[in-house]
């Protein structure tokens, strides 16, 4: 195929006779009938194919399970001896594992990597790992067999190889109907004995998961995505892994779809990040067995606003994980969980597609059918579109060269770049890699150093926070220096590739300077609409920067600045970031990742940072002012959402960093003094603040502000409501309603439910200490009041009669208790002096006699 306009060509290197076995392999891949049409559309292949990095091919025969390698011929001596592996029928092959081991020492023959050696692991359903070496002159050996499960009815799902360890998905039968799933890993040791480490357990209770290595990570995908490769023929290999039926969206496993996670090995964390908004939240494990649920808490509030993943083709690259969602657009995700939008094709991506896609510097290439389109990644523009003659099988990355490789029925074809325009210098790139990757750990640490002899801060300052905050400007300029000095020196030409890792870095960054200077420019020449629409937005994504990073002495005060100076624009953009919302019924939500409420109940800043502040209040208060300014209704709901997130980060155990100082004391502390009536009074609010506290201080100086204010209906329903929650406080509540009975006759008509309200062990005795002591005293001479304002016993009968009767009732059931305990028959109670003296007058004497005679 001649170049194409953008310096793209298609060339046939070699024949299928370049392999071992080839008239075997031309059979094998030739695709037979489909199982309902004879169409070539319908055509499905015999085997499923795997590309391997050495040139080496690996074909699947699932009905026979057997496995078998095809040797590309080395140019001196034969091809060494092919792998022919069948397994019983009860024992499914699940992954084969290419055991390459990044970093110097790759080269010793005795490690698995080498340049004369390489190691695969086969992995089957039941855990079953049979490790296999490969030597020029000998061919495929078996070195050990293991069990990678520690249970005997455990099932593997999926597995990956990070470079270091084997990790795996463990489906475990559990008491119940459905089973348990859980994230193991081993650690492989170097050497020919390939020494296994203990089960390590990573996560558990998760659901069925998909594992995929790229570069030093794992990438934790939904089980229904596709299995990544490099072939059309990539069906799934038989397994117990749950159907890729569609989830209804009103399931609770329905945002379950909607993220991936990411396992560092190096720095023993797990990243949630999702296509639609990047990194959620990052934990570290700490050689600990991880809940799901407690990752899955952090991230509860943002999952519903989430688009679900509908992908339909993976491919892993050193870079990060390519992506094909159904719509058509092509992602990459790095490792640090960072997604980048690449490309967006111009048709959607049918479900039973064979798309295959492979990312090699710059040239992202992908074939959907028997259409090769090469598009550049950098600027997503297509480059070159062709339709090929025979059906693509595979596609062969080569990092060395910057080459892709298509692998066809009739051979291999090149995917190359014209020479007029490439930049790619082989003897270069090969050493490359490494002094880059040194150098930009150099440039790195070095502005590490420089911004923390500047900081303020305790905090160390690292690579990663560097990383992750927008606010440093020393990268930008050592950006430049790699630019124009490292690679200007060693190609001659400016490349792009060579600086991908700190051109992802600092695009972010890049890209808000730019609509930064764009804003200023709007700002001094635009009308007074465009002005306040320029103003609103710079507010918003100063408030959402501010809030998604670490607060210190100089973001507090310039966050308290921004509030201050444009109050109306921060309440619009706090709205729209915490999602404020109030419905037609009045229920009040909020959405908000776990880790933005943590800066929003922050306490503010450490002691030692606290001084000299300027009178900056921490988020919190900020928030509550805009509130009470703008939404006070919404204030008290807001105080009680809160108070339910602050629930949930203490019974997970996040509460060392959140003081014990009630939210709702915050609160009233942003609220101005109360003004004499008028509607500047905030007394409706801080009743409303106090009650929604339900605690007992605020709830009792609540009913007594509503006493106060004359509010009698009122202050009964909130004595009724909250006299339910303990004794000490229906006594207290009761208490504070006898007083006001006793001076006025304003709570007549709730009398009958006041009375309800008297505690169980309150007597007689209590009633008439608290209404005596609270009687106001009288001038008057006479017996009777004039004005009908005083207290009387028939007011007060109905609450004396019932504790009276409460007394009498405990009273004979203590009798009762009494004649429980005595015995059967009772002793004879001994004679009365009294019953002597009124008997008859007659009988007096012999009565005295029989005494004389006793």
Request: hydrophobic share 35%; proline share 8%.
């Amino acid at each position: 195929m001649p170049p194409g306009p953008g310096g793209m060509r298609l060339r046939r290197l070699s024949g299928l006779s370049r392999y071992s076995r080839h008239q075997q392999l031309r059979e094998l891949l030739r695709p037979g009938p489909g199982p309902s049409c004879r169409e070539e559309s319908q055509a499905q292949p015999r085997a499923r194919l795997r590309c391997c990095s050495r040139r080496r091919l690996f074909l699947h025969l699932s009905r026979d399970n057997r496995l078998l390698s095809f040797e590309p011929s080395p140019a001196r001596g034969p091809a060494p001896s092919p792998l022919d592996r069948s397994f019983p029928g009860a024992e499914q092959l699940l992954e084969v594992l290419e055991l390459e081991r990044p970093g110097p020492g790759s080269g010793d023959p005795e490690r698995p990597g080498s340049s004369s050696s390489s190691s695969a692991a086969l992995i089957t359903q039941h855990g079953r790992a049979e490790f296999w070496s490969c030597r020029e002159a000998e061919g495929w050996q078996l070195l050990q067999a293991a069990d990678l499960c520690s249970g005997p009815r455990a099932r593997l799902l999926s597995a990956a190889w990070d470079g270091h360890s084997i990790s795996w998905c463990e489906e475990r039968p559990g008491p119940s109907a459905p089973p348990l799933h859980c994230i193991c890993s081993r650690s492989l040791g170097p050497g020919p004995g390939l020494t296994l480490g203990p089960v390590r357990t990573l996560m558990h209770n998760n659901p069925a998961y998909r594992l995929i290595a790229a570069g030093e990570v794992i990438y934790l995908l939904p089980s229904n995505c596709p299995i990544p490769g490099n072939s059309p023929s990539n069906n799934p290999i038989p397994s117990n892994t749950p159907s890729n039926c569609p989830t209804p969206s009103n399931s609770p496993m329905h945002n379950l779809l909607k993220f991936i996670l990411i396992w560092s090995p190096q720095e023993d964390t797990l990243t949630v990040t999702s296509l639609a908004r990047g990194p959620l939240s990052i934990r570290r494990l700490l050689h600990e067995d991880y809940d799901f649920t407690r990752l899955v808490a952090d991230v509860a509030g943002i999952l519903p606003s989430l688009p679900s993943l509908e992908i339909r083709a993976v491919c892993p690259c050193p870079t990060g994980l390519l992506l094909a969602e159904a719509n058509g657009e092509v992602s990459l995700i790095q490792n640090d969980g960072t997604a980048r939008l690449l490309c967006h094709l111009s048709q959607s991506l049918p479900a039973e597609g064979s798309m295959l896609m492979e990312l090699c510097g710059t040239t992202l290439a992908f074939t959907l059918g028997r259409t090769l389109q090469l598009v550049d990644s950098e600027t997503g523009r297509l480059v070159e579109e062709a339709t090929l003659e025979v059906q693509p099988l595979g596609l062969i990355p080569y990092w060395e060269t910057g080459e892709i490789q298509l692998l066809a029925e009739d051979g291999i074809y090149s995917l190359g770049i014209h020479p007029s325009n490439s930049n790619i210098k082989s003897a270069f790139c090969s050493s490359s890699s490494q002094g880059q990757e040194m150098l930009e750990q150099l440039v790195l640490e070095e502005a590490c150093k420089y911004y923390q002899k500047r900081s303020l801060s305790r905090s160390r300052l690292t690579v990663q926070k560097l990383k992750s905050e927008a606010k440093f400007q020393a990268p930008l300029t050592l950006c430049s220096i790699l630019q124009n000095e490292f690679y200007l020196r060693k190609t001659g030409h400016y490349n792009q590739q060579t600086y991908i890792k700190l051109h992802s870095i600092m695009a972010g960054e890049l890209q808000s300077y730019v609509n930064l200077e764009e804003a200023k420019s709007c700002l001094v020449n635009g009308s007074e609409i465009e002005v306040a629409a320029y103003i609103e937005e710079i507010t918003e994504q100063e408030i959402q920067r501010l809030l998604r990073c670490q607060l210190d002495r100089e973001g507090l005060v310039y966050l308290n600045s921004i509030f201050n100076t444009f109050p109306r624009e921060a309440w619009k953009a706090v709205k729209r970031t915490l999602h404020l919302h109030q419905n037609s019924e009045g229920s009040f939500s909020a959405r908000a990742t776990a880790d933005l409420w943590r800066v929003i109940l922050s306490p503010g800043l450490p002691p030692d940072q606290s001084v000299n502040t300027n009178g900056a209040v921490p988020v919190f208060e900020l928030i509550c002012r805009l509130l009470y300014q703008f939404q006070p209704k919404w204030l008290p709901m807001f105080i009680e959402l809160t108070q339910q997130h602050l629930a949930t980060f203490r019974n997970y155990g996040g509460n060392e960093s959140l003081e014990n100082v009630p939210l709702y004391k915050r609160a009233l502390s942003v609220i101005p003094p109360a003004c004499d009536g008028g509607a500047g009074d905030p007394t409706e609010t801080i009743i409303e603040l106090l009650l929604c506290s339900k605690r007992p201080n605020a709830v009792i100086q609540a009913v007594r502000l509503l006493i106060e204010r004359g509010m009698w209906q009122r202050a009964v329903e909130a004595t009724n409501r909250f006299s339910q929650q303990g004794p000490l406080l229906k006594k207290e509540l009761f208490a504070a309603m006898l007083v006001q009975i006793s001076q006025h006759r304003a709570l007549d008509p709730y009398l009958e439910e006041i009375w309800e309200l008297c505690p169980e062990d309150t007597t007689a005795t209590d009633v008439l200490d608290i209404i005596l002591g609270s009687v106001p005293s009288s001038c008057e001479s006479g017996p009777y009041s004039s004005d009908g304002n005083q207290l009387t016993i028939g007011l007060l009968r109905p609450l004396l009669t019932k504790v009276l009767t409460r007394g009498e009732d405990q009273q004979w059931i203590g009798m009762a208790e009494g004649l429980k305990t005595m015995v059967f028959p009772p002793p004879t109670p001994p004679r009365q002096k009294k019953a002597v003296d009124q008997s008859n007058p007659l009988s007096v004497e012999p009565s005295m006699e029989a005494s004389k005679t006793l």
